[in-house]
C-alpha cells in the first residue's frame, strides 16, 4: 500500500517560517497531483496548494506571497515552505496525493495524517 507521512510542524512566533515535508512510501510508479490542505480547529479542511508531476502550481489566496510548494518526483517527496507566518495559519496540515500509480493498480485521494502548525501572537 501507498502512505504519506508528513513532519516539520510545530510551535513558531507570528512572522516565522516552517517548513513542511511529506514522504510517500511504497512502490510508487508515478504520483500526479499532489498537495497541502489544512483544517483549522472548528473549521473545514481547505486546500493550502497543489502542485502537478509537470510542477505546475496553485496556491488559495490566502497563502500566495508567503507559501511555496515544491516537490522532488525521483523522491516521492512534496514540500511546503511556509513563511511571514500568521495566527490565522493555525491548523493541522495534510498532504495528499491524488492519484498513485503502483505496480498492479492505481490508487485514488491518499492522505497523511496530519502535523499540527501554531503560529503565535
Known amino acids: 500500500q501507498v502512505q504519506l507521512v508528513e513532519s516539520g510542524g510545530g510551535l513558531v512566533q507570528a512572522g516565522g517560517s516552517l517548513r513542511l515535508s511529506c514522504a510517500a512510501s511504497?512502490?510508487?510508479?508515478?504520483?500526479?497531483?499532489m498537495g497541502w490542505y489544512r483544517q483549522a480547529p472548528g473549521k473545514q479542511r481547505e486546500l493550502v496548494a497543489t502542485?502537478?508531476?509537470?510542477?505546475?502550481?496553485n496556491y488559495a489566496d490566502s497563502v500566495k506571497g508567503r507559501f511555496t510548494i515544491s516537490r522532488d518526483n525521483a523522491k516521492n517527496m512534496v514540500y511546503l515552505q511556509m513563511n511571514s507566518l500568521k495566527p490565522e495559519d493555525t491548523a493541522v496540515y495534510y498532504c495528499?496525493?491524488?492519484?498513485?500509480?503502483?505496480?498492479?493498480?492505481?490508487?485514488?485521494?491518499?492522505w497523511g495524517q496530519g502535523t499540527l502548525v501554531t503560529v503565535s501572537s
Open positions: 502542485i502537478t508531476s509537470g510542477y505546475r502550481t
Open positions: 511504497g512502490t510508487i510508479f508515478a504520483i500526479n497531483a
Open positions: 495528499n496525493a491524488e492519484r498513485v500509480q503502483m505496480p498492479s493498480k492505481i490508487v485514488f485521494g491518499v
